[in-house]
């Protein structure tokens, strides 16, 4: 988005809308806007205060008010599902869904590559 066309969105914008910025982690963040104040002040449902469409969060970070694309919520929605995988307590889960998961990773367990961590021997 060119700097003009970002200056008319952000004057567009009206109390619960949603939008979205990115933190210094590369977490994309979609909320909606409680308040614009008579100088243009927007904050946001989260507590966050953007001026001209830019927050100082802390000494090192800053994020900028954008649109939410479908992009933004696919990201967000792929970040949500790896989170969820990477945090699996894999010695909870039973062998039945264990094989089933490595049947999607590695092919069937029928030629049993999937044993071998999808290598082929």
Known sequence: MNPTDRK???KSLKVGDEVTYSTRFGSD???KIARIT???Q???EDK??????YCKIDDWESAGLYPVTD???RRIHER????KVINTKWDHVSIDKLERIAD???GSGEDETWQNGGKTQ
């Open 71 to 73: 992009d933004v919520r």
């Open 80 to 83: 949500k599902i790896y989170r």
């Open 42 to 44: 927007i904050r946001t």
């Open 48 to 53: 966050r205060v953007f001026r001209n469409g």
């Open 38 to 40: 008579p100088t243009g």
């Open 29 to 31: 963040v979609i909320t």
């Open 8 to 10: 008319e969105w952000l």
């Open 104 to 106: 999607i990773l590695y």
